[in-house]
T-cell receptor
Framework: EPEVTQTPSHQVTQMGQEVILRCVPI?????FYWYRQILGQKVEFLVS????????KSEIFDDQFSVERPDGSNFTLKIRSTKLEDSAMYFC??????????????FGAGSRLTVL | GQNIDQPTEMTATEGAIVQINCTYQ??????LFWYQQHAGEAPTFLSY??LDGLEEKGRFSSFLSRSKGYSYLLLKELQMKDSASYLC??????????WGAGTKLIIKP
């Protein structure tokens, strides 16, 4: 079964450092997403991406964050100058059709970011 | 504002039936999803409802009433592996998923 692949599975970084989280979405999917989940809290939407540009972003997704699709397979989330409160599990997801109600997201296993 | 409410935690016995409720208030409605999330893992898709009524899929069923802004997930013949968090999510008029905080289901032998 096709899956979304995320690397690294766990990253520990110092406050103020830059982090890049990588994702390989399912190959025939056109819509890509980043979500985060702080330990014990709800899943929070960060950003959606379609046709090589951001289609939606949340209030969380400020200038500290950026996304990129550097080639035909990877989808990255960059977090500049990390803060303690950025510690969370970051999930990448992809879907076939982001404009359909039956838009089933397939999630990657997540990248756990710990900021010290 | 947009809001999804579901109980924080529920406990049930192996072999029994449990119903997890979800109420929502969103700007528009394009369907309601239930996802299962085991601790430390990614959410996985369980069900999708867009029309009123019951959708059955094996041991799991999901019900929707759009007029009441209400859904439930029904799990039958509970197994220990069903211990997980169950996330209710609604797709709003902008096709954005609004997530509930999840219901942690604890199964006891």
């Amino acid at each position: 079964e096709p899956e979304v692949t995320q690397t690294p599975s766990h990253q520990v970084t110092q406050m103020g450092q830059e982090v890049i989280l990588r994702c390989v979405p399912i190959s025939n999917h056109l819509y890509f997403y980043w979500y985060r989940q702080i330990l014990g809290q709800k899943v929070e939407f960060l950003v959606s991406f379609y046709n090589n540009e951001i289609s939606e972003k949340s209030e969380i997704f400020d200038d500290q964050f950026s996304v990129e699709r550097p080639d035909g397979s990877n989808f990255t989330l960059k977090i500049r100058s990390t803060k303690l409160e950025d510690s969370a599990m970051y999930f990448c997801a992809s879907s076939e059709d982001g404009t359909s109600g039956a838009n089933v997201l397939t999630f990657g296993a997540g990248s756990r970011l710990t900021v010290l | 504002g947009q809001n999804i409410d579901q109980p924080t935690e529920m406990t049930a016995t192996e072999g029994a039936i449990v119903q997890i409720n979800c109420t929502y208030q969103t700007s528009g409605f394009n369907g309601l999803f239930w996802y299962q999330q085991h601790a430390g893992e990614a959410p996985t898709f369980l069900s999708y409802n867009v029309l009123d009524g019951l959708e059955e899929k094996g041991r799991f069923s999901s019900f929707l009433s759009r007029s009441k802004g209400y859904s439930y997930l029904l799990l039958k013949e509970l197994q220990m592996k069903d211990s997980a968090s169950y996330l209710c999510a609604v797709m709003d008029s902008n096709y954005q998923l609004i997530w509930g905080a999840g219901t942690k289901l604890i199964i006891k032998p």
